[in-house]
């Protein structure tokens, strides 16, 4: 298994305005849609800043220990946000992506998918990913740039599932049930195609091309 990436990591400061009872005992807490999808962990030595980063397949975010229930609720979610708009600037180029692949082949499906090629493509506009099995090789589609990190991820690990398991039957989906955010970045995709399909308000009501989502 390939060891973690480095985390990325947002900070903010906190407004002196905040009230807040004060924390003694620091102990994590887990909150998201997501089983463990965030961890909050209140520090003593805090005084004014909020940071957040990514740890494996959870967030992180660090906050003052006098900080509220309701102040808490509000900074998660500021925190998520910045870290979602940090990484949707986050391009990566072919190599990062066959590095990226690499990890996730290692973390969630034992090294055992080994693409010779992973790159991103201009030519795939109805599905977000494909490969070939026999050649070894794994394309995404260029309109995956600039999503959200987990949405690439499960891409990227959806066809690399493909180079073991050619369709979508049982077997398939028994490899991507390692990957915890499968159900999340699927509705993301989901969204995205709906969205396209929407007229345009300024405008004529458009008709675009059809999409589709992995696993559907």
Same mark, same amino acid.
């Given at each position: 298994?390939?060891?973690?990436?480095?985390?990325?990591?947002?900070?903010?400061?906190?407004?002196?305005?905040?009230?807040?009872?004060p924390s003694t005992v620091p102990s994590p807490q887990s909150r998201g849609?997501?089983?463990?999808?965030?961890?909050?962990?209140?520090?003593?030595? /805090?005084?004014? !800043?909020?940071?957040?980063? &990514?740890? $494996?397949?959870? #967030?992180?975010?660090?906050?003052?220990? +006098?900080? =509220?229930?309701?102040?808490?609720?509000?900074?998660?979610?500021?925190?998520?946000?910045?870290?979602?708009?940090?990484?949707?600037?986050?391009?990566?180029?072919?190599?990062?992506?066959?590095?990226?692949?690499?990890?996730?082949?290692?973390?969630?499906?034992?090294?055992?998918?080994?693409?010779?090629?992973? /790159?991103?493509? !201009?030519?795939?506009?109805? &599905?977000? $990913?494909?490969? #070939?099995?026999?050649?070894?090789?794994? +394309?995404? =589609?260029?309109?995956?740039?600039?999503?959200?990190?987990?949405?690439?991820?499960?891409?990227?690990?959806?066809?690399?599932?493909?180079?073991?398991?050619?369709?979508?039957?049982?077997?398939?989906?028994?490899?991507?049930?390692?990957?915890?955010?499968?159900?999340?970045?699927?509705?993301?995709?989901?969204?995205?195609?709906a969205a396209a399909r929407l007229p345009h308000l300024s405008g004529p009501?458009?008709t675009s091309r059809k999409a589709t989502v992995p696993g559907r």
């Amino acid at each position: 298994m390939s060891a973690d990436p480095p985390p990325r990591t947002v900070g903010q400061n906190v407004s002196r305005s905040a009230a807040s009872a004060p924390s003694t005992v620091p102990s994590p807490q887990s909150r998201g849609s997501d089983a463990n999808a965030v961890e909050v962990r209140r520090s003593t030595r /805090r005084r004014r !800043t909020v940071s957040a980063y &990514r740890e $494996g397949d959870r #967030t992180v975010v660090l906050i003052p220990a +006098r900080m =509220s229930e309701a102040e808490e609720q509000r900074w998660v979610r500021v925190m998520l946000e910045k870290l979602a708009a940090q990484e949707s600037k986050r391009m990566l180029g072919d190599a990062e992506l066959a590095a990226r692949a690499e990890w996730l082949s290692g973390q969630y499906l034992s090294g055992r998918a080994r693409p010779d090629s992973v /790159r991103w493509v !201009t030519n795939q506009n109805t &599905r977000w $990913g494909s490969c #070939t099995p026999a050649e070894g090789s794994i +394309r995404l =589609s260029h309109r995956l740039q600039g999503m959200p990190e987990y949405v690439v991820d499960y891409v990227l690990l959806h066809e690399l599932a493909h180079l073991l398991v050619p369709g979508h039957g049982r077997r398939f989906w028994q490899l991507l049930e390692a990957y915890p955010r499968t159900e999340r970045a699927r509705g993301y995709l989901e969204g995205v195609v709906a969205a396209a399909r929407l007229p345009h308000l300024s405008g004529p009501r458009t008709t675009s091309r059809k999409a589709t989502v992995p696993g559907r």
